[in-house]
């Protein structure tokens, strides 16, 4: 039986933290909806929402955080959208479409002062 190999290029990181997603549309009325970061890469983010984006998907994120009003403000495209049983809510993949060195610099920085906001007696990543 053959190993599955994990492709991903930087580590994921638990960052459980607010964030707003807006769809990436010719139309200058598009609605900001809130949803909620899961974990976290210099390549991506996994969030949970209430609203469906399908794949391929352009949106623009802005993550919050306790310390910043806006954390980080980048572009992601959605890559993969996963459906929780019998609710109408999402598990969704969305990968960074600036990926960089500044933008890493940016989620290393968040997730440092996560990790110093949050005791690790009551902080779980599931």
Not at 60 to 82: D, K, N, P
Not at 93 to 102: D, R
Request: one cysteine or more.
């Amino acid at each position: 039986m053959k190993e599955l190999i994990d492709r991903r290029i930087y580590e994921r990181t638990c960052l459980e933290t607010s964030v707003q997603i807006k769809e990436k549309s010719i139309a200058k009325t598009q609605l900001t909806k809130n949803s909620f970061c899961k974990n976290i890469s210099g390549a991506g983010i996994a969030i949970v929402s209430f609203n469906f984006y399908p794949v391929f998907h352009k949106v623009q994120i802005c993550l919050f955080h306790l310390s910043y009003i806006c954390a980080l403000r980048t572009m992601g495209e959605v890559v993969w959208v996963e459906q929780f049983p019998y609710q109408r809510k999402y598990r969704i993949g969305i990968k960074f479409l600036e990926a960089g060195k500044n933008l890493s610099t940016q989620i290393e920085k968040i997730v440092s002062q996560n990790m110093q906001d949050v005791s690790p007696l009551n902080y779980i990543c599931l």
